[in-house]
């Protein structure tokens, strides 16, 4: 009996990327999560409070402004948000601090003056 060769070649690339997959969980220096999605994926957490037109001031939760489900917010799509709230005459001025975690690691971050401050 003759073996072909492509059933020998997809049991190969196949083993090839079981280990690829169960390498990709583990931990890589410097990098809080090795897998592909979250190496390039950005996560701010972050505390903001704004102060209102009249001088009071409040929490904002950026979070209630991205579509359902989403939780993935880096620096752009915070100053976004920031100045939503602020155009829209909902805030005057966001001020705030927090941390981005990304694939160069964990990073401070601030809001003064509705502006993102690496």
């Given at each position: 009996?003759?073996?072909?060769?492509?059933?020998?070649?997809?049991?190969?690339?196949?083993?090839?990327?079981?280990?690829?997959?169960?390498?990709?969980?583990?931990?890589?220096?410097?990098?809080?999560?090795?897998?592909?999605?979250?190496?390039?994926?950005?996560?701010?957490?972050?505390?903001?409070?704004g102060t209102t037109n009249?001088?009071?001031?409040?929490?904002?939760?950026?979070?209630?402004h991205l579509s359902p489900?989403?939780?993935?917010?880096?620096?752009?799509?915070?100053?976004?948000?920031?100045?939503?709230?602020?155009?829209?005459?909902?805030?005057?001025?966001?001020?705030?601090?927090?941390?981005?975690?990304?694939?160069?690691?964990?990073?401070?971050?601030?809001?003064?003056?509705?502006?993102?401050?690496?």
């Open positions: 009996m003759r073996v072909s060769a492509l059933p020998v070649a997809q049991i190969a690339v196949t083993l090839a990327l079981i280990a690829w997959m169960i390498t990709g969980f583990t931990r890589l220096p410097g990098r809080w999560m090795r897998w592909k999605m979250f190496c390039r994926a950005t996560f701010t957490i972050i505390t903001l409070t009249d001088g009071h001031t409040e929490p904002v939760n950026v979070y209630q489900g989403s939780f993935i917010l880096g620096p752009p799509q915070l100053q976004t948000i920031l100045d939503h709230l602020v155009r829209s005459g909902r805030y005057e001025r966001i001020d705030g601090h927090g941390r981005v975690l990304s694939a160069r690691g964990e990073q401070r971050v601030e809001v003064v003056s509705s502006r993102v401050v690496r």
